[in-house]
């Protein structure tokens, strides 16, 4: 595995980590499987946050029997204010079986005013610089899928770590972001490294290698997923000629077609989470890159397809009542085919909603 500096922080992580969002969709003996064979093959950044359903409390099971002082663990805190803040990192530390996080970022920053807040008197920040001198916290970081928010959040804070998104399709953070990043010493590390399944894994985290950035935190739900991404850390990352055109191709192609989830879209008359449906549904990405026999053998957890069933129900019904007025389209930066995009999606989700009642029953 190739191993990266993480910015100023001293530390030097694995090229390709894991994204555990997906771990907490699946029984704590698989997700625990996959955590182990991802350490195997010499991943020792795992990116997890407190919203990603019972991630964090899995990965703390997986790490049990002394593999916690072999990884970096990174999670978050999407609290506003610094006492929410500081009850969140207490429950991170409790759920993740550990003394101290080697980074908690403020998770998904939506707005400068938002950064502003957090950031600002009686604002989740202090919680972490509080946490921070007391050795419970080792790095601060932030998470935004915007860039220029990300900018923002640095000019009002020395933060050591950011993530953010970028593929072979979103490269916004080459232009200005990521430079800022490395003259302040700032460690970069990559969501949405696949742009949530729609790009083949080994071209886009090859690519990736390529760039400027400290490491990349694809998500695996399978073990067939934790060893395709990790091995692409292991061999030569040099691009030949015809994997550069496929990444210019795959570029022209998904243009508009990939949702940045920058929210721009907001709001939508019918109430439809128009960016998580297009941009950072886990449960849609799981089904179409393991197609419906694996969605329908994969370990679930119980509570996840109860929970996806009725936000799955309510986002059908949202879907349904959309009236056509436009709005999203015209507000949408990226030139995104929202209401074609929204209807292409039902036919799955009337699919996976039949499909929790299945698995619910057995
Ligand atoms: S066209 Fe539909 S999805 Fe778009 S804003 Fe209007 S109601 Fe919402
Ligand atoms: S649909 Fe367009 S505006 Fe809405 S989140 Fe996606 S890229 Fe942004």
Not at 81 to 99: G, K
Not at 346 to 361: C, I, K, Q, T
Request: net charge negative; hydrophobic share 40%; with cysteine.
């Amino acid at each position: 595995m190739q191993y990266r500096e993480l910015g100023r922080t001293g530390l030097r992580v694995s090229a390709i980590g894991l994204g555990c969002a997906m771990i907490g969709n699946s029984t704590v003996e698989y997700a625990t499987r996959i955590v182990h064979r991802a350490i195997d093959l010499g991943v020792n950044y795992f990116d997890t946050a407190r919203g990603y359903w019972d991630s964090e409390a899995k990965l703390g099971v997986a790490l049990e029997g002394g593999l916690r002082e072999r990884v970096v663990i990174s999670t978050k805190t999407g609290a506003k204010t610094r006492d929410a803040a500081w009850q969140h990192i207490q429950e991170s530390l409790q759920r993740l079986r550990t003394a101290y996080l080697d980074n908690c970022h403020l998770h998904g920053l939506a707005t400068a005013e938002d950064a502003a807040e957090r950031t600002g008197p009686g604002g989740a920040l202090e919680a972490l610089i509080e946490a921070k001198r007391r050795g419970l916290i080792r790095h601060i970081g932030c998470t935004s899928h915007r860039s220029d928010v990300l900018i923002a959040a640095l000019e009002r804070f020395d933060f050591e770590i950011i993530l953010v998104p970028m593929n072979i399709v979103e490269t916004e953070p080459l232009e200005t972001l990521i430079p800022l990043c490395h003259e302040r010493g700032v460690g970069v590390t990559i969501m949405k490294p696949l742009a949530t399944g729609l790009l083949p894994a080994p071209l886009a985290l090859k690519w990736l290698l390529n760039q400027p950035i400290a490491t990349a935190v694809p998500g695996a739900s399978t073990l067939a997923e934790v060893e395709e991404n990790s091995k692409v850390g292991h061999g030569d990352a040099t691009l030949s000629a015809r994997e550069v055109a496929e990444a210019a191709r795959l570029r022209r192609e998904l243009e508009h077609e990939r949702c940045r989830i920058c929210d721009q879209c907001l709001p939508c008359a019918a109430g439809i989470n128009i960016p998580e449906h297009l941009g950072t549904d886990v449960m849609f990405d799981h089904l179409r890159t393991m197609g419906r026999e694996g969605f329908l053998a994969y370990p679930w957890s119980r509570d996840t397809l109860a929970k996806d069933l009725e936000s799955r129900q309510k986002a059908i019904a949202a879907i349904e009542a959309c009236d056509h007025c436009g709005d999203c389209e015209s507000r949408c930066p990226h030139g995104l085919p929202v209401m074609a995009m929204l209807g292409r999606q039902l036919p799955a989700f009337r699919d996976m909603v039949g499909m929790y009642g299945e698995m619910l029953r057995t």
